[in-house]
């Protein structure tokens, strides 16, 4: 068979990512993310901060290319910013030993784990699955790639997110409790790695809510700010 598929509808486009300084994009396949890999946030999350960081996933048709307009989702009346340092993977893998894991490694951006909050604690209290409160419509909006080529990798730094101005989320890259090698080698025990796959690597303490009208913006040492307004 060397006929070209039909699609009984157009197939929906790949959502892309810029890189910084180059005109190629960066094909989004799978968005992974990581659940309390900061101690403070574990904790303002009602936990001791001491159980490990776990895996959850959003749909790569979630993310929001470069921030911008962002509308308050439905059924949610506590809608929450969650500013995270993302991997890009350009390597495919498993079983990739820590020592190794930088290999698969493309580049760097900021992005905002948005979250309906009420939902997230009611599916805690049911022990249901997180899709409704972290998986929705435009929940992931993630800055420029910056290549790790041009930059190096990311083992500390500032990461911050503001509301109209203020800052509410601050912390350092150096508090990951599962720095990004741990991530990418624990991850590939799980999944089949491939280059296109973006991890959210977790939110520093100060999560809180966004109301239409908000601007925030978060941002990263070296990797730029990704900003949104909420309308
Ligand atoms: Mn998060």
Redesign the pocket.
């Known amino acids: 068979m060397s006929r070209a598929a039909e699609f009984v509808f157009p197939a929906p486009a790949v959502p892309a990512l810029q890189i910084a300084g180059r005109s190629a994009l960066f094909p989004v396949r799978r968005v992974y993310?990581?659940?309390q890999n900061y101690a403070a946030h574990a904790r303002e999350m009602g936990h001791d901060g001491r159980t490990p960081p776990f895996f959850f996933g959003k749909p790569a048709d979630a993310v929001v290319p470069g921030g911008g307009r962002i509308a308050y989702p439905p059924e949610t009346g506590n809608f929450h910013h969650?500013v995270?340092l993302v991997v890009a993977l350009g390597k495919a893998g498993a079983n990739i030993m820590r020592e190794n894991a930088l290999d698969h490694v493309f580049g760097y951006a900021v992005g905002i784990?948005l979250?309906r909050r009420d939902l997230q604690a009611e599916a805690r209290e049911k022990r249901q699955p997180w899709d409704v409160a972290k998986g929705f419509d435009c929940s992931a909006p993630v800055g420029q790639i910056h290549p790790a080529a041009d930059t190096g990798h990311v083992a500390k730094g500032a990461i911050w997110f503001k509301v109209n101005g203020a800052t509410k989320q601050s912390g350092d890259i150096s508090d990951l409790i599962w720095p990004v090698p741990d991530i990418v080698s624990t991850l590939s025990r799980f999944f089949m790695l491939q280059p296109g796959d973006l991890v959210?690597t977790?939110?520093p303490s100060g999560v809180g809510p966004l109301q239409r009208g908000d601007r925030g913006e978060g941002g990263i040492d070296g990797l730029g700010t990704v900003a949104i307004e909420i309308v």
């Open positions: 993310c990581v659940g969650e995270e784990d979250t959210f977790g939110t």
